[in-house]
Structures are given as structure tokens and as C-alpha cells.
């Protein structure tokens, strides 16, 4: 039983706002604007945390219920609208002019640039790992308690941890005499066959050589050869080009292949919604970048080392599931895709379904 | 010199969140989406209300500079992009399900409700009377401190009365010679009997009576009449049908039809931005009617008298700048538009190329 | 094989823009801005309609695959999506101030309005009733051809009515023994005994009379059960209360109720999108009175009957789904959920993990 | 006099939608979605180089009155809007899966890219140099017709050049016996000379070397001194590392500075509607670049060149007013900008402001 203005704490909330421009006498306007933006920001990634916390809790056990995965879903959809909505702040904030910042800049050294410990908390928790962070060192502007939220996030486990073994655990992938990468391997070698066939008709046709374009399918099909190749994929994995067990990129294939089946449609939104948050963090590191852009400019006066590009970097480099969403480049015509045996796709519908 | 954190309070900001369903022992996830998310519209409110404040000081003094309403003008603008962004908040919020607030809505009494005290002091700050809204008293809910709040803000000026006196004080609408008001009533007169011809020539042509459509030409001029008529204005304003004081509704009109001249382009936009801002609050009312009948249903169980409806008739009816809006019934095509005199034309330009 | 701008058919597409005020010989820059966003409402109506008729032939059909609803949902999704969209563009149109509007206007006659047949499509699609429509006859200004279109579109099966059929043929609410709401109206009973108990025992500690608090909980218990009784439910239907059958209403309390057993997700995510469809359409009409008001402003001119208002009651009052809506008012707290039988329980889950 | 829907053109807009899978006899429901959005898109553009063509005529002239520049920033505010909103059809366009988007994507070569004219066009118009192009030559799959269209935007003139001619022209800048660029650089001498001593007496203070602050310092002041000084500004533009004449940055600096004026607040406001114009530009590349890695993955399978990458770094690159954006680096604190001459600040009044 409490107040609105108590349930909510809005003493607290609304008594958070003290401009550094106004300890310094020289009243600035636009700070206020600038304080209230990033106290939504931190709200929401509040939010977002909770809600992440909470899916990656879920998924951490040994066996995850077809249920969870749908609540698992729902939260992420939800923590994808709040990311859509955070990156439209920006618009907000850029209401205030460059000039209208320079006139409390100065004082907000060194809490000026953007050092959110939630937001780098929120990267961890993703699972972007260290080495594909663009800036590896902190900044010297960090203050320690959040150093320490920080180091206390690389202790815990990641979404992208609990997502790559809730995919190594896909029970169907073979199942009633059905080896799904070997299936799938094999409609691949269909499919470039009937491709090569056709190149070489038509280039005799045409009385062209088929060698580029045959050279070309040759390339495609090595790709494939390395995702269902043991040792090759093992490689991939050493050198960093990829970071998804093999398993659990065989699964991302299943799931997206046969995504109709009752049982696999959440599963496969659920793929999906993960993919999107990592866009979304994309986008809202891209909008962050312009915006920095706008205020202080693209370059650093002396033409040294540049703010901007290193931003860029980030929003450009730092993904998380890129190798999930790489899989979309490995999906074949729905013509080509091995049918399941009955008995497996049995298996896929629900109880009263299968019953009739 | 202070850290980020420290800067922004998030002390105070992230740990403001308890959960009353925690409280009861009965934790529902969802509770801290509805927390956060009116936090969020707190904060936001609490900008705006920082802006409209800063807008009504502004314009709130004997002579008001045109620089002054061009920062009003950006102002306004900004709280406008604010309170479009808070309308989509309803959607992060709406990725709760019904059932999933049933979980936690009982906890709630009596703060289950929207009793934002900001949010009555905006509509109050903007200057909504007290006989246009639609639920008059105050709820049994609401906390002492809020009333107190809102009280004072009773005792404040208005932007309504701001924008009306700054409007009375145009300075343009009768010099050298013009009088704005009679010669934008000839120009009226002008077109109506030119409409009046055609309706005659028309008719003859196709042999039906022109007595309606004559009618319906003395009825809009009957409008326009009404509105240069010192005496029937006056009783417009006794009876309710307007509030906007007869000189500050020609201003409206004078701005509006010579909106390119330099010296008003600005006043333009901002009496632009004023309507908007109007509109803007009853789509976020509307918005939040849809969110409460999503979420307990869009009647009372018992019949009887319904949250709902009532909520619909504040996003209809409870508009501050409806005059203003209004006026837009009664332009003119720009043929009709009488010429303004050179010199008062001169005088709305600026020095620079009025010497020129 | 067709070149991009072929495929897009770009030659129709661009060469659709013929300004009437240039027929006039009086160029109106913004007509074009006003074509566009028209134009581009009618190519998002026409995907809206198809996606729409796919879903309504999904569903049109004996038995309703589970996989199908998926469909269906995803569908809608998108639908809602667009409607979000194009209920923004309305922003893009309002930088068209009125007196700019006031250039071009008078050539539109009797094009003015927005007499746009696919919407009116799309209102029966969904099912709106006739009876509901706030204005009932055809605009003199509806093109022949247009009317022919709407006419037919009544012929066809519109989205309420298979939803409703669909919703009839829920085969869970009778079985193993267990029979849906005559459990559902126990708990209703049991809930209201504890909240009529808990209304004595706080009235005698504070010496009040309980009376008007248990008359309350008797009303409540009142709205339980006209939806349940039979008689009283055909009631509500004559009488134009209710227009959704009785059992179709059932079932929407069940589905919600048992929301979380994996066959019930994505109906439950489908109804929610339905209902959520509805209330985009609601937001989309009122986000086009507001635009209306500001073009042409709040009133007619002679103060007789007005567009406004009757654009208003279209927003408020032309629901489709709004017995679905009201059924969040009949949801009642986890803790008095009648629990199923096993054997159901098990019929609603996946044959995978039922075998576990 | 037209119907609504010859008036809009419905039986062109509405039947230009042919899906390729059809022809094909695999009728795959998602083409419409793809058909439709791009075409939305097209629409879009076409309205966005509409208002871009009357931006650029309106500069195109000897004298540009105050009253032009309030029209084009009014027209470019909505083209940013439109641009926006565009940028969020990739969410309605996303609501395709990849796997369905396989269904249909092999139907549309050599048309499957995003190969728009008129995009290109845009490009052209806003002054994209092609240098700056990331790839030169055209595609092979681009229409005749289309190359066409693309090199006669190429012969027309560009919003960048119109906008650097319109600043070259500021009268301002050197008036009543002020030097902008003169007075703007003793300030900035003025303002490093203060932060030299503070750098001094601070490393005193704490017994350190201020010789690396002093350097830092030393590297802001030739930045500055490049953009003053008329040889080493000389060898930027021929370096390429500025486009912008030395004039033109002058009068953006001169702008920004003293964007309170009257007679500035409208220029200062069209500026930054330019580069935001730039901004949503990139904004929508990037938006675009996030689509396309979600269909078709996100590295071409062979590992070959990656088609991601390269529209990644058109969304980073292909900046046209990135020169503009950048004076923001060069801003300084209201407490060091050199004071206006009285006779040249009241030039920048209104005419009735002047006179009072």
C-alpha cells in the first residue's frame, strides 16, 4: 500500500538532476537535458539487464523446457523494443546544438564522454568477447566502483554461453535414422551440381567458358565443406573466424530449416530475436557515433588519433552473434531441403496433432 | 569534476526500483517493466516541465524580444520530440501481458492508477481550465504532497496566458494606415460574394435553386462575423465557446496569413509548435487510454461507470490552444490575402535588406 | 530477369504525381508532399489487405493447423507493424502547414476528404458491423467503382468471423473430465467468498458498515455471471452488448488463463496481436482526426455539425475486437487458476516432452 | 475535380505489384512485403528529391533573400522527417525471415540488390563527390535508362555547391570595421594562452611535467591556424582532406557563433538541417547495410570480398558535409567570443527591433 509518488520513489528520480554548470555559477540551459537523456538511458539498460539476467538464467540449467524458451523470447522482444526506443533519445539529446554544449563541456570533465558500466555490463552479459572489443584498456576516467561492476559481470555467464549450449543440446539432429548435417550436406552437393550442369549448358549455348563461373560455385561449396568438416571447422574455431561450436551452428541450420515445425517455431524466433538484439546494440553504438559526431565534431583538431572512427569501429566490428547470422548465408532453396522422416516429424508437433 | 556516476546520480537512479510484489513474497517479473517504464515518463515529464517553465518565464515580461521566442520556439520544439518519444514508452509497456499485470496489480491500491502529479501540473502549466476537465475533483488516491504540488502550480502563470498576451501585444496589426481586422473582413466579404456569384451562375446553368448552397455561404460568413464583432465575441467568450481574447485571435490570424514576412516567421512556428504541443498531449492521453483498456479491459465488470470513457473524453475534449487550432477554419486563399502596405512591409523585414 | 526499376514497375509508381494545382496553373509546392503520403497510405493498405486475406483464408478452413496459427500470428505482426508505421507518416504530412494547405485545397473537390476505399475494405475486413459504423451511408463523393469495391468486400468472410469460429472449435475446454467454465466460475466464486470475507473482517476492526463494499464485490460477481449463464449471455447478444458467441468467449478466457502450456502460446500471442491490430486502427483514426483538426481546424465555421467530433467517434467507437479486449476485465489472480487434470495438461504439450 | 482515387492515381499505384515467384509458378507470399516496401521507398525518394531540387533552385540565385532560407530550412526539416520514417521501413521489411526471403530471392537477378536511381541520385544532388564513392564503376545489372538518369544528375548543379556559394556570400563577416576570421583567431590565441598558464601553474603545483598538456595545446592551435591561415587551408583542399572553401568554413564558424542574431537564427538552423540531412543519410546506409547482413548473411560464403563491408563503409564514408560537422571541433566557449561591433549587431536585428 503505497503512494504513486512512493511506489515510484520519485523523490529520489526527480532529485537527481544537479547541473555542473550551476556549481560553477555560469547556469547552462541545456544540461539539464543532458543529465535527464542519460538517466533514461540507464533506466532503460536497467531494464534490459534485468530482462537479460533473467533469459540467460533461465537457459543455464541442464535441461530447458520448450515453455522457457518462449518466455525466453517474449523478454527479448521486449528488451529489442526498448533498444529501438533508447536509440531514438538520441534524437532528443541532439535537440541541444553543438554550441549549446560547449557551454558546459568544460565542466563535466572527465564524466564527459559516454562510460556507462551498464552498457559495458550489458556487452559482457551479451558475451562479446575481449578480444574483439575495439578498445581493450579502460578508460582513466572510470571510476573504480564501476570497474569492479564491470569485472563482477566477466565472472558471470554470458547469453552467448547459455544460447550455444541450449543448441549443442537440439535433440532431433539425428534422430530415427536421420543425421541432419550429413542430409544437409548432401541436398548442398545436389543443389551445386544442378547449379554446375546449368552453367555449362548455358555456357555452351553461349559458346562462353564456364571456367569463372564454375570456379565460383567451387567457392561456394568449400564454404560448406567447412561448416560440416571436423578439422576445418576445429581451424576456423583456432583462428577466430569463428566462435560458434560446430554443434551448435549445425543447430542454428536445423532450426532455420525447418522452422515451420510446431516444435521448432520458437525455437527459431527465439534465434531470431537474439540476432536482433545484437543488431540493435549495433545500431544504437552507429546512432551514438553520429551523435558524438554532431557535438564535437568528426575529427580531433590536430589530426590525431580520431574519437569518431574508433566509435565506428565498434558499432561496426563488435558483434556478438555475427556467427549466427553468417549462417543465413548457408540456407538453401526450399526445394532442395531433405525431408525429415515421418517418425521425426512426428516428433516435432504436439501431442494432440500427432494423435490425429 | 565528478565521475559519470556520481554525475548522474545512478545511486539514486538504479536503486529505485522495489517491487511490491517482492515485497509480498510473491515476485512477478513484470513489475519491474511497470516500474521503470513510468520512471521513465517521470523523467521525461520532468524535462518538459523544465522547458515549459523556462518558455513561460521567457515570454512572461513587458517587451518580448524576437530572439527570446525563437528560444522559445527551439524549446518547445524539443518538448514536443519529448513527449512523441514518452507516447511510444506505451508500447515497451504493452509488451506486458494482462494476465502477467494481474500478477502484481492488487498489490498496487491505491497507486495503481496514472496520479502523475507532474503530468496534472503540465496539463495546469499549459493552462487548461478548471471547467474543461473532465474529472474534477481530486482522487481519494492521490497523495497530500502531490495536491500540495499541484496547487501551487495553480498559482503560476499559464503558457496560455503568456501566449494570449504576447499575441495581444503584436504590434503590427494596425500601423501605417492598416487596419489588420477590417481589411482581412472585406477580403472575406470579397470572396464570399464571389463564391455567391458562382453558386448563382451555376445554378441558373443547371436550373436548381441556389438557396442551400447561398445558405451554407451566409453561415460561414455568419463565422467570420462572430469573430470581428466586439459584441458577439464577447459573449462567445461569457459562454464558454471561446477563450482566446478577441485581439490575441486576430494575431492568430494576421501571423498566420503573413507568416513569410521575416518578422514572423518565427512567431509562426512557434504558435505552430504551441497547437502541437496541444496535440501532442491528447495523442499521449489517447495512447494511454488504449494501454488501460488493454490491460483491464475496456469496461467495468459491473456496467457500471467506466474509467475507460472517461479516459477517452480527456484525450477529446480537454485541449488548451483549441482557439488557436480553430483558426485554421478561417483562412483565406492567397488571392483574397489583402496586400500589406510598403511600409509596413518594410517594417517586417530585417535591416539589412530593408536598406537594401 | 528484369532490371530493378522494371520489377518495381517505377514507371507507374513515379509517373503517378500530377499536382491539380498545376492543372490550375497555380503551382502548390506541398500538393506533391500531399499525393505522396496519400499514395504511399494506399501501397501500405494494400499490403495490410493482403496479409489480411491470407490470414482470413488460413483460418477459413475445417480444422486450423497449429502451425497455421503460427502463420497467422506472424502475419499479423507484420500488419501491426505497418499500421505503426503509417499511423507516423501523418508526421511527414503535418509539415505542411494549413495556409499552405489553403493553396491547394479548393482544387481537390470533391477529393478532399479521405475517401479511401481500401480502408473502408479494411474496416469490414476486420469485421467492423455495420451497426457500429458512426456514419452510416456513403460519401456523395465515393467514386462508383470504389463503392462496387467496398460492396463486395461485404460478401466475404471477415477476420472477427473466422477468429470467432476458430475460437468455438478450442477442443480443451471439455475434457478429461474437466470442463472449462464451470471450473473457471468456482474460482470466481471462491475468489469473491475470500474478498467478501476480508471486506467483514477490515469493517468490523474499523467499525464501518460493509455494505457499499460488499455491494461492489456483488456487482462484480453479477458481470461473472451473465458471462456465463446462458440465458443472460444470448441477452447481451440481442441487445447488442455483446456480439462475440459465448463460447468463443470461453475460449479467450481459457487461452488467456492457460497462456503458458506450450499449445496455448502462440494462440495466445495470436489473439493478443488480433486485439492489438484493432487498437492500431483506433490509434490510426485518431492520429487522422488530429491531423484533420490542424488542416481545417477544430469546428466548421458556422457551427453546425462537425467533422471533428464525428472523426473523434469513429477513434473511440469502431472496435471490432472489443469483446475480446474486455475479457482482461475477467481475469483473475495465479493463485485461484483451477489447476487441469494431468491428462490435459499433457495433451497441451509437445509430444517430445510429454513423453519425459 | 477528381475522385480520390484517379485523383492519386490508384489504378497505377495499386496494380504495379507483380511478384517474380509467381511467374515462376512458386508463389512465395513475402514478395509482395518486398515489393511493396521498396516501392515505398522509391515514393519516398522521389518526394525527398522533389523538395531537394526547389532547395537547390531556390539557393541557385545571385542574392538569396532571409525569406528563402526559412523555405528551403523548412523543406529540409521535412526531408529529414521523410527520411527518418524511411529508415524505419527496414523494420516492417525485417519482418521476413531469411528462409522465406530464399523462397523468392534467386527470381529476382540481377534485380536483387538495392539498386535505386534514384538514391543515387539523391546522392549526387546532396554533392557526394566521386571520389569519395566507395565503388566507382556502376553495376552491370544497372538499367541503360537508369545510368542515364544518373549522369544527367551529374551535369545539375548540387545542394553542397549552392550551399558553399550561399555561405561565401555572409555579408557579415567583414563589417564596420570587424574582421570576423581576425577577431575569431585572437580569441583562440587568447583562450590556449590562458589554458597554457593553468596547464603551468597546475604541473607546479604537483611537481609534473606540463610538457606533454603544453604540447596538446600546441596541436589544438595549429588545428585552428589551419583554417585561418590561406596557404596551409590551400593545401588541405588540394590534399583533399577539405572541400569546403576557406571562405565558406568561415562563415559556418561565423554562423554558429553568433547564431543568437536574428538575422543568423535561421541560417544557423539551415546549416544544421544540412548536415542532418547528412547525418540520416548515413544513418540510413547503415540501416540498410544491418538488413541486408540479416538476409543473406554476413559474409559472403568463399570468404571472397564481402559485400557487408563494403556498404558498411559507405554508411562510414560517404559523408558530404562531414566539413560542416566538423567546425564543431572548432567551437569555442561563449566567455572568448570577441564581441560585435554595435552598428554590425544591430544589422543583424529586425528592422523594428533596430529602431526601438
Not at 541545456?30 to 537523456?37: A, C, G, P, R, S
Not at 534485468?50 to 522457457?68: C, G, H, K, M
Not at 544437409?184 to 564456364?210: G, I, K, N
Amino acid at each position: 500500500m503505497a503512494y504513486y509518488r512512493d511506489y515510484l520513489a520519485l523523490d529520489k528520480i526527480l532529485d537527481a538532476q544537479t547541473l555542473e554548470s550551476d556549481k560553477h555559477g555560469q547556469h547552462a540551459h541545456d544540461e539539464m537535458l543532458f543529465i535527464v537523456t542519460h538517466q533514461a538511458f540507464e533506466l532503460w539498460f536497467k531494464q534490459v539487464m534485468f530482462e537479460l539476467r533473467s533469459v540467460i538464467d533461465t537457459l543455464n540449467v541442464p535441461y530447458v523446457a520448450e515453455a522457457a524458451v518462449a518466455t525466453c523470447h517474449a523478454r527479448l522482444q521486449r528488451v529489442n523494443k526498448i533498444m529501438e526506443l533508447a536509440t531514438n533519445q538520441f534524437s532528443i539529446l541532439e535537440t541541444m546544438t553543438p554550441p549549446d554544449f560547449m557551454d558546459f563541456r568544460a565542466f563535466l570533465n572527465p564524466a564527459s564522454g559516454f562510460q556507462s558500466a551498464q552498457f559495458r555490463v550489458l556487452e559482457i552479459a551479451l558475451g562479446l568477447p575481449e578480444q574483439k572489443r575495439v578498445l581493450k584498456h579502460y578508460s582513466d576516467a572510470m571510476d573504480p566502483r564501476d570497474r569492479a561492476i564491470i569485472e563482477q559481470a566477466r565472472q558471470m555467464t554470458s547469453l552467448f554461453t547459455v544460447v550455444e549450449k541450449w543448441l549443442e543440446k537440439m535433440p532431433f539432429m539425428e534422430a530415427s535414422g536421420f543425421t541432419f548435417w550429413q542430409a544437409y550436406r548432401q541436398a548442398v552437393v545436389d543443389m551445386l551440381d544442378r547449379d554446375r550442369a546449368e552453367v555449362r549448358t548455358l555456357a555452351e549455348a553461349e559458346h562462353r567458358d564456364p571456367a569463372e563461373a564454375l570456379a565460383q560455385i567451387d567457392g561456394i561449396e568449400d564454404g560448406f565443406h567447412g561448416l560440416f568438416d571436423e578439422q576445418r571447422y576445429s581451424e576456423m574455431l583456432t583462428s577466430g573466424v569463428r566462435r560458434l561450436s560446430q554443434r551448435a551452428t549445425h543447430a542454428v541450420l536445423f532450426i532455420a530449416t525447418y522452422r515451420n515445425e510446431p516444435l521448432l517455431q520458437i525455437p527459431y524466433r527465439f534465434i531470431d530475436a537474439v540476432t536482433e538484439l545484437d543488431k540493435l546494440v549495433s545500431l544504437w553504438r552507429f546512432r551514438h557515433t553520429l551523435m558524438v559526431s554532431r557535438m564535437i565534431g568528426m575529427r580531433v583538431g590536430t589530426g590525431g588519433s580520431s574519437g569518431h572512427d574508433y566509435l565506428m569501429q565498434t558499432a561496426m566490428k563488435q558483434r556478438v552473434f555475427d556467427d549466427i547470422t553468417a549462417m543465413n548465408s548457408f540456407l538453401i532453396p526450399a526445394m532442395y531441403i531433405p525431408s525429415l522422416p515421418q517418425e521425426l516429424a512426428q516428433r516435432l508437433q504436439f501431442v494432440n496433432e500427432a494423435r490425429t
